[in-house]
């Protein structure tokens, strides 16, 4: 099975999606993937070539071309310029919101190809939820870092909080200029779904599932 955005899927020369565990991997042949380092790395990609190369955000123009990203409770974001008929496909898991991932994403998309932020679409696909996703104090301490009192840090027990990690995303796509009705959200959970996910904090070391776009 393959999830869809709503909002993605209103476009006709789009291909894009969500894997779930119930569909075999797609093949590094068919989908252009980096060595995911959770950074703020952004590649964008011309052509077809080997996965070596380090980074956790693709950018694409290119017709034909499919970009992905793999996750197991990071969160896979899809983002698609209409105007410029630009795509790309961001690995942001929380290292990886921290370091900029999403903001790096943006800036190379209006420094090389001009994209006006007012007319982006981003899709959210499947990560943890903020009931799963606990963290220690070093961490929490980068969220209020980062986000100030933007971002709810949820107490729970001893020295561990809860934090919404896909609101920590549309934060920043909304902070960037996105309009809010242009961020859809695949709202499933990675956890508490196993039938249909892989989840690395349930003991899925190994297996990702993976979020493509491109244009036709
Ligand atoms: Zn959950």
Redesign the pocket.
């Known amino acids: 099975m393959i999830l869809s955005s709503r909002l993605l899927s209103r476009f006709p020369e789009l291909v894009h999606g969500f894997t779930t565990r119930t569909m075999p991997n797609l093949s590094t042949h068919s989908v252009m993937t980096l060595k995911q380092i959770h950074s703020s790395k952004v590649v964008i990609v011309q052509k077809q070539g080997s996965p070596s190369e380090e980074g956790d955000a693709l950018i694409t123009r290119q017709p034909g071309l499919l970009v992905g990203v793999r996750t197991a409770d990071c969160v896979p974001l899809l983002v698609y310029d209409p105007g410029h008929r630009i795509v790309s496909a961001i690995h942001a898991g929380w290292r990886g919101l921290i370091s900029g991932v999403i903001e790096s994403t943006l800036q190379c998309l209006k420094k090389n190809f001009n994209s006006n932020f007012s007319q982006l679409q981003a899709a959210l696909g499947p990560a ?2 903020p ?2 996703f606990e963290i220690g104090p070093e961490v929490a301490g980068q969220f209020k870092n980062k986000f100030k009192d933007h971002l709810t840090i949820s107490p729970g027990p001893n020295d561990r909080s809860f934090v919404d990690l896909r609101k920590g995303c549309s934060l920043i796509l909304e902070e960037s200029g996105i309009p809010p009705p242009s961020i859809d959200v695949v709202p499933h ?1 990675t ?2 779904e196993p039938e249909l996910f892989f989840s690395y904090r349930q003991g899925d070391h190994d297996e990702r599932m993976m979020a493509f776009i491109g244009i036709r």
């Open positions: 943890l939820c009931g799963c959970c956890a508490c």
